[in-house]
């Protein structure tokens, strides 16, 4: 089955900075990989998602790069500011006929004011 | 629009009792997902379900563990004779299906305490 590694397990950047947070995948029929952010206590909210017919989305301050050759992709947020403080993961799944979602196990991104 | 409903939010069980937890998804989705995280884990898919109908339950335990979702109504997960290791939260997704779109959206989630 899929496995995805995600790190690093913290992140602590000053506002301001930029936050890279990678993911490794093993299933190379893999084809949809969204990004989801938790706040503590809340429910996972979908952020950003990519599928395997791009390289590169932007939304704003986020944007995910997918190298499918290499099976990892990542999310970058610029501008960070104190409210992107939380735990962010990633998952994959393909279609096979219904998206059953393999997730990483988590990053805890702490932004300094 | 609605979101995902789940309840209880919270729930506390003693070791043996029964635990059931309810997902009604957002509008228009058919389908939905059940998946655990333990303290400071990711989300571990359990089962994914469409109306009557158990799609893919690889990630659920054989024992004690059990879901449907019936025609009316809610999605429910049942947990029978819970035991210390089962307290997690406990999240369900919902998608509009396979018309080729993926996005699931959670719910808030069920914090499961077994004392």
């Known amino acids: 089955g899929e496995n995805v590694e995600q790190h690093p397990s913290t992140l602590s950047v000053q506002e301001g900075d930029s936050a890279v947070i990678k993911c490794t995948y093993s299933?190379?029929?893999?084809?949809?990989f969204p990004w989801y952010k938790q706040e503590l206590g809340k429910r996972p909210q979908l952020i950003i998602d990519?599928?395997?017919?791009?390289g590169e989305k932007k939304d704003q301050r986020i944007a995910v790069t997918l190298n499918k050759t290499a099976k990892h992709f990542s999310l970058h947020i610029t501008e960070t500011q104190p409210e992107d403080s939380a735990v962010y993961f990633c998952a994959a799944s393909k279609n096979s006929g219904y998206s059953t979602l393999t997730f990483g196990k988590g990053t805890m991104l702490l932004v300094s004011p | 629009n609605a979101g995902v409903m789940q309840n209880p939010r919270h729930l506390v069980r003693r070791r043996g009792q029964e635990a059931r937890l309810r997902c009604s998804p957002m509008?228009?989705?058919?389908?939905v997902y059940w998946y655990r995280q333990l303290p400071e884990e990711g989300l571990k898919f359990m089962v994914y379900l469409q109306k009557e109908n158990i799609i893919d339950e690889s990630g659920m335990p054989k024992e004690r563990f059990s879901a449907e979702f019936p025609k009316e109504g809610p999605s429910i997960l049942r947990i029978q004779q819970v035991v210390r290791g089962d307290s997690a939260a406990y999240f369900c997704a919902s998608s509009p299906g396979q018309g080729g779109t993926y996005e699931q959206y959670f719910g808030p989630g069920t914090r499961l305490t077994v004392t």
């Open positions: 509008k228009g989705h058919s389908h």
């Open positions: 990519i599928r395997s017919n791009v």
């Open positions: 299933d190379s029929a893999s084809n949809y």
